[in-house]
């Protein structure tokens, strides 16, 4: 479980195919720290297991679904990357709850820089489109943001100088691809009410308590 605060930016070491599979390492600092084999680490948004480290860095192996589904496939060596660790149990949970399990994913379709913030436009899938609400929260890339705005197929997120700074957020242009994922209470209270259950009646107090 992650909470799309992102760490640091990883850059791509090296790329190697295993067997349709893919292992991937990368150099990095922070995530360095505390590092065992066995750890789970989000790239971009996506959970990964640590599978090897050195003094420099750790690699992952992906395997081929994740590959299809996401744009880990997409990586070159030298491409920065999103880094998390696995949230601990008393953390302060400043972002949202956040799985690092990719829902789709979703394309930049425009960019509007000003001086106090940026503004992107994403498009989704129509499956994600039903878990993404004005205010809401969605993870892109892993950086956890709030919606803005959101369309039958996009929404907008607007991107305060910091986190233009310490993510890959920064690089993308339109047409570039992202991972999305939705907020994991909006598919909690889907599932309830889809399988014929009432919903609990949850108060401003509830939803700040788990970190909204």
């Known amino acids: ?53 050195d003094s420099k860095g750790f690699w992952v192996e992906s395997v081929s679904e994740t590959l299809q589904r996401t744009t880990l496939g997409r990586l070159k060596v030298g491409s920065r990357v999103n880094l998390e660790r696995s949230m601990r149990m008393g953390d302060r949970l400043g972002g949202h709850l956040v799985a690092g399990h990719v829902d789709c994913v979703g394309k930049v379709a425009g960019r509007k820089d000003s001086t106090g913030s940026s503004v992107f436009m994403i498009e989704m899938s129509q499956e994600l489109a039903p878990y993404v609400a004005e205010k809401g929260s969605v993870a892109v890339d892993g950086i956890s943001l709030t919606v803005v705005s959101v369309g039958d197929r996009e929404f907008t997120v607007a991107i305060i100088p910091h986190t233009m700074e310490v993510t890959t957020i920064s690089g993308l242009r339109p047409g570039d691809n992202v991972n999305l994922e939705a907020d994991m209470v909006a598919r909690y209270l889907e599932r309830l009410v889809s399988v014929g259950h009432k919903a609990p009646d949850m108060t401003l107090a509830d939803l700040q308590a788990m970190g909204y």
């Open 1 to 53: 479980m992650f909470t799309g605060i992102v760490e640091e930016m990883g850059i791509i070491r090296a790329i190697e195919g295993r067997s349709g599979n893919q292992r991937t390492t990368l150099d990095a600092g922070v995530v360095m720290s505390d590092i065992r084999i066995g750890d789970s680490i989000s790239l971009a948004g996506v959970c990964h297991t640590v599978v090897g480290f």
